[in-house]
């Protein structure tokens, strides 16, 4: 007899499949999630999927629109400004206190080296995909699962921030060796100033969103008709 995951454990499960497909980019800001087809495809009750569309939703990942369904979110000025806030406080501080030849490390030795192989392919959506577990591998350094959650979380919502930005070349070609350098950094055993350069990496590319945010705003706004 096949016995069925506790409904919580399954709630948590399906958001966490959620999550990973939008941090892989398969769902952008601005699709609609299909009730119907997406219960069917996950094998779950519309119940069950209703509970993790509410879980989402509290998380930013999703937004609700009374008698239209529900769609994909995507990050106001605020949540862009939390996230890289929450991101310098567990980045750079993975980075100051990790050890010499940490497993995590070629985790992001081998992010780097997929990254570059999608820039050759010209496949922009997939290097995000890999800065992302790169990212993720980094903060794997802290040996802290409840930190990784979180990350887990802030990658999702991070993702759906780039979706301010429409040209996926530009927002992540000048990462890749970006992370290069910080991972050879870090293995020299240069963990501070591994730290400072992640501070001035993010610094530029909290700018980088915020300025695309800026522009669809002003695109937006009454006077720009």
Same mark, same amino acid.
């Given at each position: 007899?096949?016995?069925?995951?506790?409904?919580?454990?399954? %709630?948590?499960?399906?958001?966490?499949?959620?999550?990973?497909?939008?941090?892989?980019?398969?769902?952008?800001?601005?699709?609609?999630?299909?009730?119907?087809?997406?219960?069917? =495809?996950?094998?779950?009750?519309?119940?069950?999927?209703?509970?993790?569309?509410?879980?989402?939703? =509290?998380?930013?990942?999703?937004?609700?629109?009374?008698?239209?369904?529900?769609?994909?979110?995507?990050?106001?000025?605020?949540?862009?400004?939390?996230?890289?806030?929450?991101?310098?406080?567990?980045?750079?501080?993975?980075?100051?206190?990790?050890?010499?030849?940490?497993?995590?490390?070629?985790?992001?030795?081998?992010?780097?080296?997929?990254?570059?192989?999608?820039?050759?392919?010209?496949?922009?959506?997939?290097?995000?995909?890999?800065?992302?577990?790169?990212?993720?591998?980094?903060?794997?350094?802290?040996?802290?699962?409840?930190?990784?959650?979180?990350?887990?979380?802030?990658?999702?919502?991070?993702?759906?921030?780039?979706?301010?930005?429409?040209?996926?070349?530009?927002?992540?070609?000048?990462? %890749?060796?970006?992370?290069?350098?910080?991972?050879?950094?870090? =293995?020299?055993?240069?963990?501070?100033?591994?730290?400072?350069?992640?501070?001035?990496?993010?610094?530029?590319?909290?700018?980088?969103?915020?300025?695309?945010?800026?522009?669809?705003?002003?695109?937006?706004?009454?006077?720009?008709?």
């Amino acid at each position: 007899m096949t016995t069925q995951a506790p409904p919580q454990t399954l %709630i948590d499960r399906t958001a966490e499949n959620i999550r990973a497909r939008i941090i892989a980019g398969d769902l952008t800001p601005g699709t609609r999630l299909s009730e119907a087809a997406l219960s069917e =495809q996950l094998s779950i009750s519309r119940n069950t999927l209703r509970e993790v569309f509410r879980l989402l939703t =509290q998380e930013g990942l999703l937004h609700h629109e009374p008698n239209r369904g529900v769609k994909v979110a995507l990050p106001d000025m605020a949540s862009i400004i939390d996230i890289y806030r929450i991101r310098r406080l567990l980045e750079c501080e993975a980075l100051r206190q990790a050890y010499a030849m940490h497993p995590a490390m070629a985790r992001m030795a081998a992010a780097v080296e997929a990254a570059r192989q999608w820039r050759e392919r010209g496949d922009w959506r997939r290097v995000g995909t890999e800065n992302m577990a790169f990212h993720s591998a980094l903060v794997e350094l802290a040996d802290s699962e409840r930190m990784n959650r979180l990350y887990r979380h802030i990658s999702a919502e991070l993702r759906l921030a780039f979706g301010h930005l429409n040209d996926n070349q530009m927002l992540h070609a000048p990462y %890749i060796e970006k992370n290069a350098h910080i991972l050879s950094l870090l =293995q020299a055993g240069n963990n501070s100033e591994a730290a400072s350069t992640m501070a001035c990496y993010l610094q530029l590319s909290e700018r980088t969103v915020i300025a695309a945010l800026a522009r669809h705003q002003q695109q937006a706004s009454p006077a720009a008709r």
